[in-house]
């Protein structure tokens, strides 16, 4: 069973605008943690911010922040103030604690537009 | 502190061949897990190793197969090479039974089957 979803293949925004890409999860584990990384055309995976299954605030990290919503087991991660170097590949992940691996969505694009 | 790196960062072969990909965890990790990642596609698991043990396989076939040394280096040997094994294959390491600790990749290495 898919584990992690992104429903948006590909997500266009504005430079200067936010973004918000989507994330659900499905585990029956009481804790787990929530990861997003970014991937550019170079091929690089970039680790970008976590969040903990029991952290009561939304994850926040420079302009990344995350929006948790533990009872829709969702995840969506916000970009505000997009810019070009954004463009890249966006990927969520999770981390259960008894299965200890690791479990990618497939994607999404995000192209950032001048 | 020096990142994950991977070596060869590309590799050319044909079909029939046998090649070795190589990975260095950053220092105090522990896990180190490989990832093929086809042109424009997601992350597929391939495997997981934590304290010189294989912890976790993907849906790939034994001619995949790798292993982890005393120093927490590991090698992922792809043996009879196909053309629909060239892709990017990315290693990442982290801390092993935290689920808050992110995986940290390495650049990965760009497989070419000719």
């Known amino acids: 069973a898919q584990k992690i979803t992104q429903t948006q293949p590909g997500m266009f925004v504005q430079e200067k605008e936010a973004v918000t890409l989507d994330c659900t999860y499905d585990?029956?584990?009481?804790?787990?943690?929530l990861f997003w990384y970014k991937q550019p055309s170079s091929g690089e995976m970039i680790f970008l911010i976590y969040q903990g299954s029991y952290d009561q605030q939304n994850a926040t990290e420079g302009r990344y922040s995350l929006n948790f919503q533990k009872a829709r087991k969702s995840a969506n991660l916000v970009i505000s103030a997009s810019q070009l170097g954004d463009s890249a590949m966006y990927f969520c992940a999770m981390r259960e604690i008894y299965g200890q691996n690791f479990v990618f969505g497939p994607g999404t694009r995000l192209s950032v537009l001048p | 502190e020096a990142g994950v790196t991977q070596s060869p960062t590309h590799l050319i072969k044909t079909r029939g061949q046998q090649a070795t990909l190589r990975c260095s965890p950053i220092?105090?990790?522990?896990?180190v897990y490989w990832y093929q990642q086809a042109l424009g596609l997601g992350l597929q698991f391939l495997l997981w190793?934590?304290?010189?043990?294989?912890?976790n396989r993907g849906n790939f076939p034994p001619r995949f197969s790798g292993r982890q040394f005393p120093n927490y280096s590991s090698e992922l040997n792809v043996n009879a090479l196909e053309l629909e094994d060239s892709a990017l294959y990315l290693c990442a390491s982290s801390l092993a039974r935290e689920s808050n600790q992110p995986q940290h990749f390495g650049d990965g290495t760009r497989l070419s089957i000719l």
């Open positions: 190793y934590d304290e010189g043990e294989e912890r």
């Open positions: 220092s105090g990790h522990t896990s």
């Open positions: 585990t029956s584990d009481p804790s787990y943690g």
